[in-house]
């Protein structure tokens, strides 16, 4: 059975639950315990669950006030604030009548390419949410990392976000 757009939550032993979750055709999250459930639904409710401050935090880093970008790519980025996940540099392109006026535009107005911007933004993510309380793989899975690994490298690599570390 698919349930691509469906969230399954498994509760039990990590060798089970991790099979399970792994093997899963949608958002599978695993709990060993209810009480792990149940602490994970409140941080549910006490988090912001979209990028928003996120990607306000990577713009202020690099200087960008949002009324100084132009309104097309404001009208991007916008739409981004309110996405649950980090979209990707594709999704990014898809969204633009056309690769070449987006970059230029994008180069115009921010520094950083826009695959490093993005990775800045889940960076951020993922900080706040461990700053939250969630655990690393919590953090990890919600953040659009496919790994607590990953999350650590990507992280640790980028400077602003590292320097919060």
């Known amino acids: 059975m698919?349930?691509?757009?469906?969230?399954?939550?498994?509760?039990g032993p990590p060798d089970i639950a991790g099979v399970l979750a792994r093997e899963?055709?949608?958002?599978?999250?695993?709990?060993?315990?209810?009480?792990?459930?149940?602490?994970?639904r409140e941080q549910q409710r006490n988090a912001d669950d979209t990028i928003r401050p996120d990607l306000i935090a990577a713009l202020e880093e690099l200087g960008i006030a949002m009324s100084s970008v132009p309104k097309k790519l404001r009208v991007l980025i916008e739409s981004m604030a309110v996405e649950k996940h980090v979209p990707t540099l594709g999704d990014l392109e898809h969204r633009w009548s056309s690769r070449r006026s987006f970059y230029r535009m994008w180069n115009d107005?921010?520094?950083?390419p826009p695959w490093t911007f993005l990775r800045r933004v889940r960076s951020l993510h993922a900080l706040r949410l461990l700053a939250l309380g969630f655990s690393k793989k919590q953090a990890a899975m919600l953040a659009g990392y496919s790994s607590v690994e990953q999350m650590r490298r990507n992280?640790?690599?980028t400077p602003a976000a590292s320097s919060r570390h």
């Open 2 to 11: 698919r349930l691509r757009d469906s969230r399954v939550i498994i509760i």
């Open 24 to 40: 899963a055709e949608c958002d599978a999250v695993e709990f060993r315990t209810l009480e792990d459930l149940d602490l994970w």
């Open 109 to 112: 107005v921010v520094d950083d």
């Open 155 to 157: 992280i640790n690599c």
